[in-house]
């Protein structure tokens, strides 16, 4: 069974503003954690991921595909300034104003920043009933290419990009090793590292830990395939990774072609992997 992923530590109620539970990168280690009843959450969705920012506002680190806040032209790396005009400066009040209109509403989304450095704008988002569960957003990315982000290699440190555009057919997965599930799975990733062609196949392994905790661990279990450490959770945030472990297919055009959530697919994911190499040219969905 896989486990709900908590961002550095603290996952916080949304009143429905988000998601059924809010991403919160860089919290520090001494806040506390809350739990989420999604039963008790009510109002509409804008389905993105936030944070508090030194700067003023709310930072957007992630937005769901096809979600209001993707319609409306959020983008990760803007900063939400206020909602219908009532200033927000912490996660707390974005949320409560987001999740006290109903869905189908339309909200004002006040916005600075982004990928362009735009200055202040106003956007409007349609809000819409909130997904049932939050475990399977990553298969949202399938269909779309690989998100160009970095981590760290556990041994050297060195950043590297996480899947370069090379022809190769990949598996990256998202784990911990805190996480039973994926424990578990290594012998059977060491397998597929091996008998599986170098030469147009990848495993790698990205962890939201510290290497100093991932390097031993990787030791001890003697794990093959490459492995990098990602402790701001950026990586994790870009591919809306909510469970552990979650393991995505890339193709050789370097397209998601593949999701596949908790250690009772591997080998549907294996079979997938296989018929990429088998027709390397063809672009196949993750098998039912």
């Excluded at 869905?103 to 909130?130: C, F, K, N």
């Excluded at 990205?206 to 279990?221: G, I, K, L, S």
């Excluded at 072609?257 to 190499?277: D, I, K, N, P, Q």
Aim: charged share 20%; glycine share 8%.
């Amino acid at each position: 069974m896989n486990r709900t992923f908590r961002y550095a530590m603290r996952t916080i109620p949304v009143t429905a503003a988000c998601l059924l539970a809010v991403a919160i990168l860089a919290t520090p280690k001494s806040a506390p954690m809350a739990q989420v009843d999604p039963a008790t959450l009510e109002g509409g969705w804008l389905g993105v991921g936030i944070r508090d920012d030194e700067q003023p506002g709310v930072y957007v680190n992630m937005v769901m595909p096809d979600s209001p806040a993707a319609a409306c032209g959020l983008e990760r790396g803007m900063r939400v300034l206020a909602i219908n005009g009532n200033p927000v400066r912490e996660t707390a009040e974005m949320i409560g104003e987001v999740g006290a209109n109903p869905a189908g509403s339309t909200v004002v989304v006040r916005v600075a920043g982004g990928p362009d450095g735009a200055p202040e704008r106003d956007l409007h988002a349609i809000l819409t009933v909130r997904p049932s569960s939050t475990a399977d957003f990553g298969r949202a990315m399938v269909g779309r290419p690989f998100p160009e982000i970095q981590a760290a290699m556990v041994q050297s440190g060195d950043r590297a990009t996480v899947a370069p555009a090379d022809g190769k057919v990949r598996v990256v997965e998202y784990w911990a090793t805190w996480c039973g599930p994926c424990n578990a799975a290594v012998p059977t990733l060491n397998a597929m590292n091996a008998e599986l062609p170098s030469d147009r196949f990848e495993l790698v392994a990205v962890a939201n830990e510290e290497r100093e905790v991932v390097a031993p661990f990787v030791d001890v279990h003697e794990v093959t395939y490459r492995t990098m450490v990602d402790p701001s959770g950026e990586a994790n945030a870009a591919l809306w990774v909510m469970a552990l472990p979650t393991y995505f297919v890339v193709d050789t055009s370097n397209t998601i072609v593949g999701f596949y959530s908790g250690g009772g697919e591997l080998a549907a994911m294996r079979t997938h992997v296989e018929r990429l190499l088998s027709a390397p040219t063809e672009q196949l969905e993750p098998a039912e």
